[in-house]
């Protein structure tokens, strides 16, 4: 009877100990999966932004120049007022997927934005490659934290 109860406590022992086991690797599972997904959230969100600040960039470049050229630049304006709003929704999601590029994203939005009123084509050239400097700079810093 003794080796009965033994047998029994062994199984249901093993069947305790693998079960465990299981529900540990669908966990690990599961965490991986989530890890991959937030990574490709993440990933698509900063993609989304670089984009739209190009965009806007280039927008903004179009229309200071006609601006400033004397050229008639409504038709820019009312893009750049598209471009403009197109960055809103992707800088909120890299903000919110990755908090902690929320200064890098603020700070190449604002980078991007000071183009606008440039008192000459020098200083419009450099609020340009400022821009595009500070676009490098959210690049290189989500970069590094979906690298990690």
Do not use: C, K
């Not at 999966?33 to 959230?41: I, L, P």
């Not at 969100?45 to 400033?68: G, I, K, N, Y």
């Amino acid at each position: 009877m003794w080796q009965s109860i033994i047998a029994i406590l062994g199984t249901l022992a093993g069947v305790s100990v693998t079960a465990w086991f299981q529900q540990r690797g669908q966990r690990a599972e599961r965490t991986a999966t989530a890890a991959a997904a937030h990574r490709r959230d993440a990933l698509d969100a900063v993609t989304d932004l670089v984009t739209a600040l190009a965009d806007h960039r280039r927008t903004m470049w179009l229309r200071e120049d006609a601006r400033l050229s004397g050229a008639d630049w409504a038709a820019f304006r009312a893009d750049s007022h598209v471009t403009r709003a197109a960055i809103t929704a992707p800088a909120v999601r890299v903000t919110v997927l990755l908090p902690g590029l929320a200064a890098t994203v603020q700070a190449a939005a604002a980078a991007t934005y000071a183009m606008r009123n440039a008192t000459d084509h020098d200083t419009l050239n450099t609020a340009r490659e400022d821009a595009i400097t500070a676009t490098d700079r959210l690049t290189h810093a989500a970069g590094g934290l979906l690298a990690a």
